[in-house]
């Protein structure tokens, strides 16, 4: 079964810095795209940024130049370095991969800027 376990969340003053961790397990991680997908309260879940198995990388413009998406395919880790980080950043960010045809989610780690 695939296991995604997300981690590094918490409480942090606006512009400071988080470091989000996600362990992959069940299905071959370095052969994959992998996704960190954030919900603020009250609103649909919303896309911040991907990386390809060879390590290109995209990001929603609302993040760009302050979140770093990284991999270690060595290891089955996904990160999410977030810096400047602002009160619209607050949200659960969830561990996302496509494989099996279908999307695999973590549980999510709360992250609260305030």
């Known amino acids: 079964d695939v296991q995604l376990v997300e981690s590094g969340g918490g409480l942090v003053q606006p512009g400071g810095s988080l470091r989000l961790s996600c362990a992959a397990s069940?299905?071959?991680?370095?052969?994959?795209?992998m996704s960190w997908v954030r919900q603020a309260p009250g609103k649909e879940r919303y896309l911040v940024s991907t990386?390809?198995?060879?390590?290109?990388?995209s990001y929603t413009d609302a993040v760009k130049g302050r979140f770093t998406i990284s991999r270690d395919n060595a290891k089955s880790m996904l990160y999410l370095q977030m810096n400047s980080l602002q009160i619209e950043d607050t949200a659960v960010y969830f561990c996302?991969?496509?494989?099996?045809?279908?999307?695999?989610w973590g549980q999510g780690t709360q992250v609260t800027v305030s």
């Open positions: 069940g299905f071959p991680f370095s052969d994959y795209a």
């Open positions: 990386i390809t198995s060879d390590g290109t990388t």
């Open positions: 996302v991969a496509f494989w099996g045809g279908r999307l695999n």
